[in-house]
């Protein structure tokens, strides 16, 4: 079954605990994106790949790193977090042929 | 700018009605235009696309939408809704780039 997994569905965590959130994909995609989904804003990216070793900036990256080693994986680093970083993030990965995303469940995180 | 617009952050609809979400797009080109769908407590669903072709798009779950060219539209529609359908409606459009941009989302709601 194609799926995009993500980890772990809900943490709480504190300001400055270094965290990931781990992405893995099925389906051979090369390009792959986070975004944070907040209340009243939609959708924002926060970075994208598209490949092995190539990431890039979305709308919204301060706070937050990524690396793509391997096609499959695309984690979140979120290195020193903030309560501003408090959100809903979904990993996505895209079907090149149809320009169709795959999304995951979803990781609720809180910052406190 | 490139942009995406969904006026209404929330519609209502009884059960059985016909339903409207709407979505309209500033982008240059030929727009790739996207609805997707999230469940409470779910990731993204993809609901139809348009590309090319005829401006009538059907999609999943018995949803369809219309690409305007004129009006630099593609509302969602269904011709009787149903209490499941209740959910955060997102629509989006592929820029140059090819970035996603995506609206803000509407919340659909289907009385009994």
């Known amino acids: 079954e194609a799926q995009v997994t993500q980890n772990p569905r809900y943490l709480i965590t504190v300001t400055g605990k270094k965290l990931t959130v781990t992405c893995s994909q099925n389906?051979?995609?090369?390009?792959m994106s986070w975004y944070r989904q907040d209340p009243g804003l939609g959708l924002r990216q926060i970075y994208y790949s598209m490949n092995v070793e190539v990431t890039d900036k979305g709308d919204v990256p301060e706070g937050y790193k990524v690396s793509r080693k391997e096609k499959r994986n695309f984690p979140l680093i979120l290195e020193s977090p903030s309560p501003n970083q408090t959100s809903l993030y979904f990993c996505?990965?895209?079907?090149?042929?149809?320009?169709?995303?795959?999304f995951g469940e979803g990781s609720r995180l809180t910052v406190l | 700018a490139q942009s995406v617009a969904q006026p209404e952050d929330q519609v209502n609809v009884a059960e059985g009605n016909p339903l409207t979400v709407k979505c309209t797009y500033s982008?240059?080109?030929?727009?790739?235009l996207f609805w997707y769908v999230q469940y409470p407590n779910r990731g993204l669903q993809f609901l139809l696309k348009?590309?090319?072709?005829d401006n009538l798009v059907k999609g999943s779950y018995g949803f369809e939408a219309e690409f305007n060219k004129s009006q630099t539209s593609f509302h969602l529609k269904k011709p009787s809704a149903l209490v499941s359908d209740s959910a955060l409606y997102f629509c989006a459009v592929l820029d140059s780039n090819y970035q996603l941009i995506w609206g803000a989302g509407t919340k659909l709601i289907i009385k009994p």
């Open positions: 982008v240059s080109g030929n727009p790739y």
């Open positions: 389906m051979n995609h090369e390009y």
């Open positions: 996505a990965s895209v079907g090149e042929s149809t320009g169709e995303l795959f």
């Open positions: 348009y590309i090319t072709g």
